[in-house]
């Protein structure tokens, strides 16, 4: 068992992992403006280079904060790709931030993005609503490279959408509410597998990605408080998101070495209270519910 993690029902791992391959949770949020929270993105970093899932608000800052917390990976000029799991805006809000910010710091290479249908129509209209900055910054007095501000948008399906020296990224398909395109990706590299399911109902389909899996990053709510729901919201969350109870369930046959909740949806309970959520649906392996910044 990992330092730092326990198999009790108020485990949170905090300890930076010693592996070539980690995760670090850069924003835990959903829609909910939770000011301790901050948008939903995961960076994957292997071998020193990062991999970005997801680019919620606040994504430029945390991985500034990441790197003074000792993650050199996440300076921001060193943040050059990110996977996107869905066109949501509590995904995506954060894109303008990843294509521009980096460059202004010194970033000189585009910003490769990777993502389901329509990701790249969306970095288009964000360059273009841009235009002015972007002119303003390489023909004014400013200092600026010319390079860092472009995108590398591509648009993805699932199999195997990335490779290099460290990783091989594969996307799957995940099911989410009324979207017809959304993703989970599994990372390969550094000596362990790292799954990040994007937001989905339980699917089997993340139960296969990870099989066996070193860390599997998955979303939830609680059950508990979700009995209190609104009918219309019941139905909404059933189709579109997993339940502490539903991740039990597939926690189990999906067998990671560490389960790490994210993109909570408390609805009034805490972290224990997920976990005990969890303990109480019969799963049984190493988990934690994961804070911003934590490493997994
Ligand atoms: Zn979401
Ligand atoms: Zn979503």
Redesign the pocket.
Known sequence: MAAGVSTGPVAVAQEPSPASAFVVVLGTG??NADPDRSG?SVAVVVNGSVYLVDAGPGIVRRAAAAERAGVGALAPKRLERVFIT?L?S??TVGLPDLMLSPWTLERTVPLAVYGPRGVARMTEHLQAAYTEDIRNRIDGAEPANTTGWAVQAHEVDTGVVYRDSNVVVRAFAVPHGDWRYSLGYRFDGGGRSIVVSG?TRASDAVVRACNGCDVLVH?VFSAERFKVREPEWQRYHAAAHTSTTELATLAARARPKLLVLY?QLYWGTDDDGLLREIRAAGYQGPVVSARDLGRY
């Open positions: 959903t829609p939903p869905h949501h509590d995904h937001d979303e993109h």
